[in-house]
């Protein structure tokens, strides 16, 4: 009866209130994400927007099971103390008496590991480190100055390959429902690369000049001696280096094609728990995010909805009427859309959302998809322009900063990354 209803109305129409309403919500951010997503998923379902079957079908998608087996696989790297190896030799480094110095070296290095690890786990792992190197440091040092990098460097540096970051593999089972190809594991670092280098020299440069500036607060303690302790007293045994060489085959797996993504993510994850690297209760419970699992899973409903009302097709006919016909206008339209909504939602969801809104123009325009969902992927990233969007610059708050503190800071450097993608797309993928 509902469906009926619903039929009378449009669903093209009913889909996109229920679209509207979900990015709302998104944007609220009062709900689990992962949540948010199933719930309009299965709206979409039961309104008719889509068949029944389709609000689940995420769940067989092999990029979700890719991304679940990575969890497993990266949380092992934490869990066995292949991360603090790296930050005792940081901590251990002529450039931590240097604040510039330790600044890059922490964003160099938080930036590849987030590249194929869980950039919250990373930064995580390091907030402690820092706090322990500042407190050794005899007034060196300052946390507030080290901690934004960390998060920045940490969420551009997620970019840099499919695995780094959840909005990529987003993008990727969006183009997978439409049996269109896939993007590549390591097709995002000629536009991704770009960006990171710039927030690396701006943070080094301008953005550390206006940090003293601007955070004149008093500095915060993270523990200091405790943590230094962790590091110290840590061992490395042979699950350390079992977690380290799995991961080393996924990533050459990965590269290589040596087979499906999921297959290599989830041999990696089965190495792990029968080595005993992590158990797999523990797996399961601590080291799989399962609210991006959701998302991931239940997106796939969503761009079916979309799809199969008109909805997207309605969305995708005012973009074109908005800005014309060009390509490369349509293509920068993109980017600061989703550079803008990045800053206030979830990245997963800013790409879950436009995705097929932006396959629909292009089939519009009878240009490229690949640009676009490039575009997609790499601009959900560029969340440093406050401390909202994403959740690895959030997590940095702890330092004690104030949300224009990360509009100073952040939102020059968004503007210069964001028109660095820009320039990079149409010239590395032609339109």
């Known amino acids: 009866m509902l469906a009926s209803f619903c039929a009378s109305i449009g669903v093209q129409y009913v889909a996109l209130i229920i679209i509207i309403l979900t990015l709302i919500v998104f944007a609220i951010d009062k709900f689990p994400i992962g949540a948010v997503a199933m719930a309009s998923s299965i709206l979409l379902g039961i309104t008719g927007c889509m068949s029944m079957s389709k609000v689940y079908s995420g769940w067989s998608s092999s990029l979700v099971i890719m991304l679940l087996g990575m969890m497993v696989v990266g949380y092992s790297m934490f869990k066995t103390g292949v991360v603090v190896l790296i930050g005792n030799a940081i901590k251990n480094s002529r450039l931590a008496q240097s604040e510039r110095g330790m ?3 922490i964003m160099l290095i938080s930036g590849a590991l987030s590249s194929v690890l869980s950039n919250t786990a990373t930064v995580a792992t390091f907030i402690p480190l820092i706090g322990a190197i500042v407190a050794a440091s005899g007034g060196k040092l300052h946390n507030k100055f080290l901690l934004m990098p960390l998060g920045y460097a940490a969420a551009i ?10 909005s990529q593999p987003m993008v990727n089972t969006v183009l997978e429902q439409n049996e269109l190809g896939l993007l590549g594991m390591l097709d995002f670092v000629p536009a991704a690369l770009p960006a990171f280098i710039i927030m690396i020299v701006w943070m080094s440069t301008i953005g550390y000049t206006i940090m003293k500036k601007t955070c004149t607060f008093e500095d915060v303690s993270l523990g200091g001696g405790d943590d230094a302790a962790i590091f110290d007293n840590f061992k490395p045994t042979y699950k350390t280096w079992i977690s380290a060489g799995v ?7 990965f590269v290589t094609g040596l087979w499906n993504t999921a297959i290599i993510a ?7 728990i029968l080595t005993g690297c992590v158990s797999f209760k523990d797996a399961m419970i601590s080291g799989v995010e399962w609210n991006s699992i959701f998302i991931m899973a239940f997106a796939q409903g969503i761009a079916a909805g979309m799809n199969d ?10 973009f074109v009427d908005l800005v014309g016909s060009n390509a490369v206008l349509q293509l ?3 980017i600061l859309v989703v550079t803008i909504l990045t800053n206030i939602m979830s990245n997963t969801a800013v790409a879950a959302m436009m995705t097929p809104i932006y396959l629909l123009i292009c089939a519009e325009l009878g240009v490229s998809y690949y640009p676009f969902c490039m575009a997609i992927a790499v601009a959900s990233n560029l969340t440093t322009a406050t401390p909202i969007g994403g959740t690895a610059v959030s997590m940095v708050l702890q330092g004690g900063y104030r949300f224009n503190d990360f509009v100073k800071v952040g939102l020059p450097l968004n503007i210069l990354m964001m028109i660095s993608v820009m320039i990079m797309c149409p010239i590395l993928w032609p339109l």
Request: hydrophobic share 60%; net charge neutral.
């Open 103 to 105: 600044m890059i070296i």
């Open 157 to 166: 540096g997620g970019t840099l390959t499919l695995i780094g970051s959840t």
């Open 309 to 318: 009302s008109g909805a997207g097709e309605l969305v995708a006919r005012f």
């Open 247 to 253: 991961m080393v085959f996924c990533v050459v797996g």
């Open 266 to 272: 989830i041999v990696g994850a089965t190495i792990v």
């Open 332 to 334: 920068m339209a993109c």
